[in-house]
């Protein structure tokens, strides 16, 4: 018998996405800014992901605000986002609570603010499971198993370009509509997550520690 969602848990994986990791709004996208961008370098789907691939660790602060129709006011969080090749992800949220989630493999553990853990098998929660391992793909430059989950729309140039994913299943539909993906060269400075619900995250990272 599958235990019900926690809803730290969901709330934590959730702005997790990443996700990743753009705009000052879900459609805050300016198509005529990487058209106006210096042409220097041509970007393809392929190149990127092997140089994302390239990074077996990365490590960044970011800054999250996610943005409800309930609320006038973004929820706004501040921590440092770590990932180690091949699925290590793990979020420190530093403001405006201590929160630490870590996915390793199939696993989820979080920790609250007194380092209090609970571990969830993704295996449980198919939908989140896909989402999650969509970030590593990203971040891994998994581009097999990123075909399998999403449909990808890469646009821009080497110095600034963009990337759309849209889940394929109808499980990860449920919860997510789009992550879209801003980066420079070969760092991912933005990442916009947007619920099915029209609500959505934005986390702005700073340019990668590695």
């Not at 599958?2 to 990791?21: C, D, Q, W």
């Not at 390239?54 to 770590?82: C, N, V, W, Y």
């Not at 990932?83 to 989820?108: H, N």
Request: glycine share 4%; charged share 30%; hydrophobic share 40%.
């Amino acid at each position: 018998m599958k235990r019900e969602l926690n809803p730290t848990f969901y709330a934590l994986s959730i702005t997790l996405l990443i996700s990743t990791i753009i705009f000052h709004s879900a459609e805050a996208f300016d198509d005529k800014l990487l058209g106006e961008s210096n042409q220097i370098c041509a970007v393809d789907l392929r190149g990127l992901m092997i140089s994302l691939a390239d990074k077996k660790e990365k490590s960044a602060q970011f800054t999250e605000e996610k943005f409800l129709k309930i609320l006038e006011k973004p929820l706004r969080s501040e921590g440092t986002l770590h990932f180690q090749a091949p699925d290590y992800l793990e979020k420190i949220t530093a403001k405006p609570e201590k929160e630490r989630l870590v996915v390793k493999s199939e696993l989820v553990t979080i920790f609250d603010q007194q380092d209090v853990s609970q571990t969830l098998s993704l295996d449980d929660y198919q939908p989140l499971k896909e989402l999650l391992n969509g970030i590593r793909f990203i971040l891994s430059g998994n581009l097999n198993a990123l075909k399998k989950y999403y449909e990808l729309d890469l646009k821009g140039n080497c110095n600034q370009w963009s990337l759309i994913l849209v889940p394929i299943s109808a499980p990860a539909l449920d919860i997510i509509d789009r992550i879209i993906i801003l980066g420079e060269k070969d760092n991912i400075e933005k990442i916009t997550w947007v619920d099915s619900n029209g609500d959505f995250t934005v986390m702005t990272l700073e340019k990668e520690n590695s």
